[in-house]
C-alpha cells in the first residue's frame, strides 16, 4: 500500500433519501456510523464515529461518476443508474437487495397497450432510463420513439406528450393517482455496492472488513 494511500480516508458515495437510509444497518454492521443527517443537514462531506472513513452526499445518478474516478472508493447505486451510467471501471461485489422495486413500462387506463404492440404501433415512450427502454423494446421488436424526461414521468401521458413511460414502480401509488397502470416489468431493481477497482488494489487492507461485514449482513 502506498503512503498517499493509507493516509487517505475511506470515502463512501451515498446518496440522501431512502438508499442511505438502507445502507445505514449495513455500515453499522462494518462498525461505521455517519455523524450527521442529510436530511436535516446541508453538510455534504459526513464524518463517521471512525476518522478513517466518511461519506459523501451526492445525486443517485452520480455515484457511480464518483468511484468511477476515485472521488470515492466505495459507493451504492441503483441497478437502474448503473445499467444507464454502463459500469465502466466499476468492481460491483454485491446486490446490498436494498431500495427494492420494479422498473415497469406503464400507460394510461385507458390505453390498451398490448393491442398497440400487437398490432405494431410506433410508440411515444417517455422515461430517463433510455438505454434500458431502448434495449427493453429492441429485443421486443417493438418500435418506438423515446423522449427523455428527467422528472414527473406520470404527466407525459396526460399532457399528450407520450403513449406510455418506463420508470420506477414501488407501491404503484404514483401511477394510480394519475390514472395509469403497469402493463410490463422489466426487471426487477435494487441497489449495488461500487467499488473503484484502484481503491481495491491500494487500500484493500482497509475496505476488505467492510466488503466482508456487508456480505454478511445482506445474508442475514
Keep these: ?75 451504492v447505486a441503483g441497478k437502474d443508474v448503473l445499467i444507464e451510467h454502463g459500469g465502466a471501471g466499476l468492481y460491483q461485489p454485491l446486490d446490498l437487495k436494498i431500495a427494492c422495486c420494479r422498473m415497469m413500462v406503464a400507460a394510461p387506463e385507458d390505453f390498451d397497450y398490448a ?39 406520470e404527466l407525459a401521458p396526460l399532457a399528450g406528450l407520450a403513449d406510455a413511460i418506463v420508470d420506477l414502480v414501488s407501491t404503484g401509488g404514483t401511477l394510480r393517482a394519475n390514472r395509469l397502470v403497469a402493463v410490463e416489468e422489466i426487471m426487477p431493481i435494487s441497489s449495488r455496492l461500487i467499488v473503484n477497482q484502484a481503491s481495491l488494489k491500494l487500500k ?14 445482506v445474508r442475514r
Excluded at 410508440?123 to 429485443?139: G, I
Excluded at 484493500?204 to 449482513?217: G, N, Q, T
Aim: charged share 25%.
Design 115 to 153: 393491442q398497440a404492440v400487437h398490432q405494431g404501433a410506433r410508440l411515444k415512450v417517455a422515461t430517463k432510463y433510455v438505454r434500458t427502454a431502448r434495449e427493453h423494446f429492441a429485443a421486443k421488436g417493438v418500435h418506438v420513439d423515446l423522449i427523455k424526461l428527467y422528472g414527473s414521468m
Design 1 to 75: 500500500m502506498t503512503d498517499t494511500a493509507a493516509s487517505t480516508p475511506i470515502t463512501i458515495a451515498l446518496s440522501k433519501g431512502r438508499i442511505f437510509d438502507e445502507t445505514l444497518p449495513l455500515l453499522a454492521a462494518a462498525g461505521i456510523v455517519p455523524q450527521g443527517d442529510p436530511e436535516t443537514s446541508r453538510e455534504l462531506i459526513i464524518a463517521t464515529n471512525r476518522p478513517d472513513v466518511r461519506v459523501v452526499i451526492v445525486r443517485a445518478t452520480d455515484a457511480p461518476t464518483y468511484v468511477q474516478y476515485g472521488a470515492a472508493d466505495l459507493g
Design 204 to 217: 484493500r487492507e482497509r475496505l476488505s472488513p467492510i466488503l466482508e461485514a456487508f456480505s454478511r449482513a
